[in-house]
């Protein structure tokens, strides 16, 4: 194993970090690292939103409910972006607005976005960075967009908090290889087996972990989790700004 | 620059590959350091296909048009799902189907099928190997899940071709720093100005590799491009197998 893979195979989350905040230069070099990555069709169709003013974080923060959207060593925003393409249509003279509204440029954005934003977490933890991804800024979108002050033809996918770790995170371990990996055609036949395996491991890891006062299994964790109707306004918000029109 | 970070920053796409397949302990090595990347909740909402078989590699080149669909070392499909989430919440008796019906789901597995995917790409560039996203599988997604059968809740994002390099590849210019970077907030008052430097500099870019013959600008091109009335199907297919039902 390599050491990339090696860096890879030792990613964690990281929630608690020291003071210290990351330079501008260390900024530049995650940004760049992550706008290297492969973009669908050459559209690098994103931006990076760095959150430093202390009033905006505490937005954010309540937004997600998480204390480390504040306390962190820097607090990355990653958007969907046509509004650059939007506004060279206008300057050509040319009409995009079927693309605008497909279901297509939503995944691209979406895409796009994600890869950068990999590329930078990877950048981050080779530089001896902690990261955490922060999904719950889509708690509220629309106070999301109010905040940075997002245009039409950009909404915000989620958050990424990067800096000195000031603890060392725990690993949770992923489903079987062979649940995710199919060879030549979805094969759903071992399904029900493999999830009670994992179930099993994830159980014991959480009973590990609480001296046995827990012991969730991962599909029950899951499924109640996605039984909640939460998030149900992305809908709107994403419609609202422009996508999603078909 | 650390090594991590100079590898990010030499990425390129590689279209042309030797002859020479992945072993079966490379496609596991690769997918296991995607695995790791994180993950949405603990959701775990994606697959990945590995294609192997002469015949569907031949259909899958069709649907994208690009020979080294079927000239690589290996293929690798990058699907959404949510298909063993549907099961699991049989299998416990409850209801996700307003999660699942969600924009908010369709991001989840986007995103959660793309971070996966841009750990397997530096994965293998770390170990020599080039790589080149497909996104032109989303020419006919309907063509893609019937090749691979998948299930409802499942949706084919985009293929990976990874090999052994055969050629060099060349390294496309990324918009400014400033351009894709914003602080505290969406700042778009000198993107005229950036995107005009920019043009220049993919205009001069071309010329340089086409002897003058070829001299397009970056606006141009992308705006061509998304002029054009293509994949509008997305909609539908994505509507069909279970999302995007607000």
């Known amino acids: 194993m390599n050491e990339v893979i090696r860096q890879l195979m030792n990613h964690r989350s990281i929630r608690q970090f020291t003071d210290e905040k990351l330079t501008g230069e260390e900024v530049r070099r995650l940004v760049e690292a992550a706008q290297m990555a492969s973009t669908s069709s050459y559209l690098q169709a994103y931006s990076i939103?760095?959150?430093?003013?202390?009033?905006?974080?505490?937005?954010?923060?309540?937004?997600?409910g998480?204390?480390?959207?504040e306390d962190n060593g820097h607090l990355f925003v990653f958007?969907?972006?046509?509004?650059?393409?939007?506004?060279m249509s206008e300057e050509l003279g040319a009409d995009i607005?079927?693309?605008l509204g497909a279901t297509e440029s939503f995944l691209v954005g979406t895409v796009d976005a994600a890869l950068a934003a990999q590329n930078l977490a990877v950048a981050a933890e080779s530089m001896g960075l902690g990261i955490c991804y922060?999904?719950?800024?889509r708690n509220d979108m629309q106070q999301v967009i109010d905040i940075l002050n997002l245009p039409e033809h950009v909404y915000p996918l989620f958050g990424m908090v990067v800096g000195h770790p000031a603890d060392s995170g725990s690993q949770k371990e992923r489903l079987p290889f062979k649940h995710i990996y199919h060879e030549n055609g979805y094969d759903s036949s071992s399904y029900a087996e493999e999830i009670a395996g994992y179930d099993e491991e994830i159980a014991a890891y959480y009973r590990a972990r609480t001296n046995g006062k827990r012991a969730d299994k991962w599909s029950e964790q899951v499924v109640g989790m996605l039984s909640e109707k939460t998030r149900l306004d992305v809908?709107?918000?994403v419609k609202k700004q422009g996508f999603l029109q078909q």
């Open 79 to 87: 958007v969907a972006d046509f509004y650059r393409h939007q506004l």
């Open 134 to 137: 922060i999904g719950s800024l």
């Open 235 to 237: 809908d709107d918000v």
């Open 49 to 64: 939103i760095g959150v430093t003013d202390a009033d905006k974080k505490a937005a954010l923060r309540k937004v997600s």
């Open 97 to 99: 607005n079927d693309y």
């Open 66 to 69: 998480q204390t480390y959207v």
